[in-house]
Nanobody
Framework: QGKLVESGGGLVQAGGSLRLSCAASGRTFSGYTMGWFRQAPGKEREFVATIDWRGKSTYYSDSVKGRFTISRDNAKNMVYLQMNNLKFEDTAVYYC??????????????????WGQGTLVTVSS
C-alpha cells in the first residue's frame, strides 16, 4: 500500500513560516492526488490542500488560501506544504494523505486511502 511520513513541524511565532514535507515510500504515489489535512485539539480532521498527480492543479481551503502552498516532486516521491503568515488557529497536527481519485476538489477524509502519522505545528500568539 505504501507509506507516508511527514516532517517539518515545530513551534513558530505567529506571522512566521514553516515548510512541511511528506516522504512517500514503499510504492510510487506519482499517479495519486495528494493532500494535506490538519486536526486541532478537540476538533475533527479538516481539509487543507490538494494537488493533482502532475503538480499542475491545486485546491485550498478558504482558511489557508493565499498563505499556504502545496507542491510535489514526483521524481523524489515528495509532497510539500509551505505555510506562511501562520496564525494561532493554524495550530494542529498536520497529515499527508493520498487518494487515487483524480479530483482535487475531494476534501472528505474518507476518500483518502493512505495517511501519514502526522506532524505537530504549534503557532504561538
Amino acid at each position: 500500500q505504501g507509506k507516508l511520513v511527514e516532517s517539518g513541524g515545530g513551534l513558530v511565532q505567529a506571522g512566521g513560516s514553516l515548510r512541511l514535507s511528506c516522504a512517500a515510500s514503499g510504492r510510487t504515489f506519482s499517479g495519486y492526488t495528494m493532500g494535506w489535512f490538519r486536526q486541532a485539539p478537540g476538533k475533527e480532521r479538516e481539509f487543507v490542500a490538494t494537488i493533482d498527480w502532475r503538480g499542475k492543479s491545486t485546491y485550498y481551503s478558504d482558511s489557508v488560501k493565499g498563505r499556504f502552498t502545496i507542491s510535489r516532486d514526483n521524481a523524489k516521491n515528495m509532497v510539500y506544504l509551505q505555510m506562511n503568515n501562520l496564525k494561532f488557529e493554524d495550530t494542529a497536527v498536520y497529515y499527508c494523505a493520498a487518494t487515487t481519485s483524480g479530483l482535487i476538489t475531494i476534501t472528505a477524509t474518507s476518500h483518502f486511502e493512505v495517511w501519514g502519522q502526522g506532524t505537530l505545528v504549534t503557532v504561538s500568539s
